[in-house]
């Protein structure tokens, strides 16, 4: 088979390719949306309580006008 490169570095497939690697691809896919998921939920869950800290201590700071 032979195979042109298209202009953005792609290669053409034929369908055979595109079902074997199609299939390959999704699980790879969900695999880094799942895990990017993941991550973005650690940074908030990590994140909130110091933001609510923040603002409770920012807050609850008296300011004496003399």
Avoid at 8 to 16: A, Q, R, T, V
Avoid at 42 to 52: G, H, M, Q, S, T
């Amino acid at each position: 088979m032979e195979e042109k490169m298209l202009g953005l570095g792609l290669l053409e497939m034929n369908s055979s390719e595109l079902l074997l690697r199609g299939g390959a691809s999704a699980s790879s896919t969900f695999e880094t949306i799942a895990t990017k998921v993941k991550n973005v939920i650690n940074f908030i869950a990590d994140y909130v309580p110091k933001l609510v800290k923040g603002f409770l201590d920012g807050y609850s700071v008296t300011i004496f006008n003399r």
